[in-house]
């Protein structure tokens, strides 16, 4: 497989920048030192590590990516943008043949199914980046496919704490609202606790501090009727690193999709695990 070569968009977004500052210190990637942003953004560059990004605009993309091709060759573009922009990326991208990782949720999706399949290019697109969260969340898929009505009876508590600046609930755990609900709880999204205040998160919860600014913890807690049994499951995430490392493996992945020829195909996180 020939060397991967990265176009980070987004910055100077927070997951973006993590991304970006984690293909800009990876030898066997090369980062191309330019990066889609948005009309808000008013700075012309960030500094990742020790290289100096330049900030395109949107309207002045369609020019840029002309001149960016030219001399970086194929490559493929990552997009941690907003939820907004997500099928105008999308549109933007196959129109002008550029393999993707796109990270953002919202949008149109059934649109951005359509969008990809009429392109010549494959793409890597999932809400979430993190390899090991996706895997959980396929395990709870299979329980709850197979196993239905397991905890019947069973009260559930959700319970999430994320950044103060997130302002809407994880869609991790809406999707493990439907598993439960499939296992024979009876819950809804509005009963999911969302814990946003730096200072439940420290004291009650024992969220590090530095990691107060970004994290994502996760309980679910089945209680038995007579409670004398209780399972409890949990995801603790300090940081964004992990959403890194899977988008650089989703990266590869899709590196190697390209190299065998696929086009106008939507490849998932679950694709990515299973390699296949």
């Known amino acids: 497989m020939s060397r991967l070569k990265l176009m980070v968009n987004g910055l100077p977004g927070k997951v973006a920048t993590v991304i970006a500052r984690n293909a800009a210190a990876d030898t066997a990637v090369d980062f191309i030192p330019q990066s889609f942003t948005g009309p808000e953004i008013t700075d012309d560059s960030v500094m990742i590590g020790d290289t100096a990004v330049r900030l395109i605009k949107p309207a002045e993309r369609d020019r840029e990516i002309q001149a960016i091709a030219s001399s970086e060759g194929r490559f493929i573009s990552i997009d941690f943008t907003l939820p907004d922009a997500v099928n105008e990326n999308a549109e933007f991208y196959c129109r002008h043949c550029l393999p993707f990782v796109m990270g953002t949720t919202g949008g149109d999706r059934e649109q951005l199914q359509k969008t990809i399949a009429a392109s010549t290019i494959p793409a890597v697109i999932a809400p979430n980046m993190a390899k090991q969260i996706v895997g959980f969340q396929a395990m ?23 950044q103060q600046s997130k302002v809407d609930t994880s869609g991790t755990a809406k999707a493990m609202v439907r598993y439960f609900n499939q296992l024979g709880t009876n819950f809804s999204e509005a009963d999911i606790t969302k814990i946003r205040d730096p200072e439940i998160q420290q004291k009650e919860w024992g969220i590090p501090e530095p990691y107060l600014g970004g994290h994502g913890w996760h309980t679910y807690t089945l209680t038995s009727k007579d409670q004398t049994v209780q399972f409890s499951f949990s995801h603790f995430v300090n940081g964004r690193e992990i959403y890194a490392w899977g988008t650089l493996d989703a990266a590869r992945f899709l590196q190697a999709k390209i190299e065998s020829g696929i086009k106008g195909r939507i490849f998932s996180m679950i694709d990515v695990l299973k390699g296949a």
């Open 140 to 162: 709870m898929a299979y329980a709850a496919e197979n196993f239905p009505g397991l905890f019947d009876g069973y009260r559930l508590e959700i319970k999430e704490s994320h």
